[in-house]
């Protein structure tokens, strides 16, 4: 699907899984080069970012973990010129939708004396994407609180299966958006060269971008790292506190088996059996070694 928009002298090109036909036609319209072509027909599994004499080249992959609709990283292919801006995907994304149809774009985009060229457009989609990754971390987020909550309320079993899950998310996020680091230094430093020297505050901003949605990544990672510990040590202690009672059942009733054993003997001189209140007298001893052993633990705080 070709959609066209018209954003002052810009325009931009929007495929969702283009055909050959399509492809075609943008390429050349804009002079793309035809190993360029071939690429936005199909995904690539690897982000990177060329920089050609009329236009830059770059394929970004941005995490979409609840929003996809396909798979959980999503890809965009970016052909930036001065008077253009091609994007394609091969799946909805949301952001891109959004940023499409919103009516303030051109408001966001405007700067009095500035002439506006591809290079902006890309500019505020990116900041765009960004945010929409942010939104994908505050999941996260949310659910690592949720998981804090229910580790301190009795429920470190099944929080280890929820633990696990937010550690893929949080590793899928950051496998995805590791690439961006070289590919936004690369347009930082070449994409003057196309756009202007006044373009490289925009690169730098993207930089910082990136740099911010990679620590939220980082710090939500170090908090799901002490999540398990803290649920490790609590389900250790758990565990101890639940071998502690049962080797404390089993000092209990080792006495107390062993003395109705040895009552229950058939022997002619057993002692006590046969005579006047013989299981009254047993159950009186078995009483006093319980209650005795009961004393003996508390003094040890074994209990």
């Known amino acids: 699907m070709l959609v066209r928009r018209q954003h002052g002298a810009v325009t931009w090109i929007d495929l969702e899984s283009p ?10 319209e804009f002079h793309i080069d035809p190993s360029i072509a071939n690429e936005l027909m ?50 909805t994304i949301d952001p891109l939708h959004t940023f499409s149809k919103s009516l303030e774009v051109q408001a966001a985009l405007h700067k009095s004396g500035e002439t506006m060229h591809g290079g902006h457009i890309f500019f505020a989609l990116m900041e765009k994407l960004y945010r929409s990754v942010e939104h994908e971390i505050d999941a996260v987020r949310q659910d690592l609180r949720s998981i804090e909550e229910n580790i301190f309320s009795g429920y470190e079993v099944p929080m280890v299966a929820a633990i696990s899950r937010s550690a893929r998310s949080l590793l899928n996020l950051r496998q995805t958006i590791e690439p961006h680091r070289e590919m936004l230094r690369t347009l930082e430093e070449e994409s003057h060269a196309l756009f202007g020297q006044e373009f490289t505050p925009y690169a730098r901003t993207l930089s910082s971008e990136y740099y911010r949605v990679h620590n939220h990544v980082m710090r939500h990672t170090d908090t799901l790292h002490e999540l398990r510990e ?3 040590s609590l389900l250790t202690t758990k565990q101890s506190h639940i071998m502690k009672t049962f080797t404390v059942l089993a000092f209990f009733t080792l006495p107390l088996s062993l003395i109705a054993s040895i009552f229950s003997m058939n022997t002619h001189s057993t002692p006590i059996v046969g005579g006047e209140h013989d299981f009254l007298i047993i159950v009186i001893a078995m009483t006093v070694v319980t209650g005795l052993m009961i004393w003996y633990f508390r003094r040890k705080k074994w209990l």
């Not at 236009?55 to 253009?84: C, K, M, W």
């Open 19 to 28: 055909n050959h036909a399509e492809v075609r036609k943008v390429a050349s």
């Open 42 to 91: 199909l995904p690539s599994i690897k982000a990177r970012a060329e920089l050609h004499p009329s236009y830059v080249y770059a394929i970004f992959h941005f995490p979409a973990l609840r929003h996809t609709h396909t798979s959980i990283a999503q890809e965009i292919d970016f052909v930036v010129g001065n008077q253009f801006l091609i994007t394609t995907h091969y799946d």
């Open 230 to 232: 803290t649920n490790n």
